[in-house]
């Protein structure tokens, strides 16, 4: 009896520390991706619209603004 419990009880954290690792290692990773994947549709979208505007004001003729880090 023992025996199975130590088993059990080992099993169990094993499984719920391994788990807790996968769900957090997973979730850092969907966190990164999805947070550069939004960073570069934002910054891409970001320069559409001020490239359209300023093609605009500028009647037609797109005017460079050097982006940030440039």
């Not at 850092?28 to 947070?35: K, R, S």
């Not at 490239?51 to 460079?64: F, Q, S």
């Amino acid at each position: 009896i023992a025996g199975l419990l130590d088993c059990w009880i080992v099993g169990l954290l094993d499984c719920w520390i391994v788990g807790l690792l996968d769900c957090w290692i997973a979730g850092l990773l969907d966190c990164w991706i999805v947070g550069l994947l939004d960073g570069w549709i934002a910054g891409l979208l970001d320069c559409w619209i001020v490239g359209l505007l300023d093609c605009w004001r500028g009647g037609g003729k797109p005017l460079h603004f050097p982006m940030i880090g440039e």
